[in-house]
């Protein structure tokens, strides 16, 4: 599967063989994660070579149609922007998929500031609505991820912590062909601090997440 955050329009005629890749993720207050700004990386030289990535994005993926049979977006985690991506990354891995960047740039997005977003009246996801009651959804969708990743102390933590949907657990859960411990290695995330790793060595070495394909 290819997956990566695209650039901005506006590098639309960039020439420099570079690729957008996601090298880390960010552990937030609230125990969700989220991924951090794709950065600039050389391009492999073999053609037939790619750069593996535990991070799933939204921005672009790219994959056969049996992805969305076999590990479905979770319907129940409504409200979800934090976390989305994430239970998405841990969820392909564990049934046996294997993510990589795109050796090159096919589709671009039109990112927007908070400026931006004001004077054109560009409207977004968390512009509008009643967030009294969005915030109570979005939480109990947060206590749903945090179980399938298996963060009991961070639920037990919340004042309703028992109040968690468990509906189709199996079906929009974790897979059986690999642990999640082995995901929480390759994405570089240690609970016990907490902190993620970094896993690019310096902006131009990414020889360590080459994959060769035949």
Known sequence: MLTTYPRHVTNVKDQSGNI??????????????????????????????????????????????????NVPNDKYLEFIFNGEETDLSMRLFTHGYDLF??????????????????????????SAGDWAFRRKVESRAIRRFLTKMHRADKIAQNAEANNINNQELQKYGLGKKRSLEEWYTLAGL?????????????????????????
């Open 101 to 126: 960047t795109p050796r090159t740039i096919q589709v671009w997005h039109y990112y927007t500031s908070n400026k931006e977003n004001k004077d054109k009246g560009i409207k977004k996801f968390w």
């Open 20 to 69: 957008p890749y996601i090298c880390g993720i960010e552990v937030l207050a609230d125990g969700m994660y989220r991924n951090k700004q794709a950065i600039e990386m050389k391009a492999p030289k073999s053609k037939t070579a790619f750069y593996r990535t535990p991070f799933w994005a939204a921005g672009l993926a790219f994959s056969r149609g049996h992805r969305v049979r």
């Open 190 to 214: 240690d609970f016990q601090k907490p902190v993620t790793k970094e896993r690019c060595k310096t902006s131009s070495d990414l020889s360590h997440l080459l994959h060769e394909t035949s």
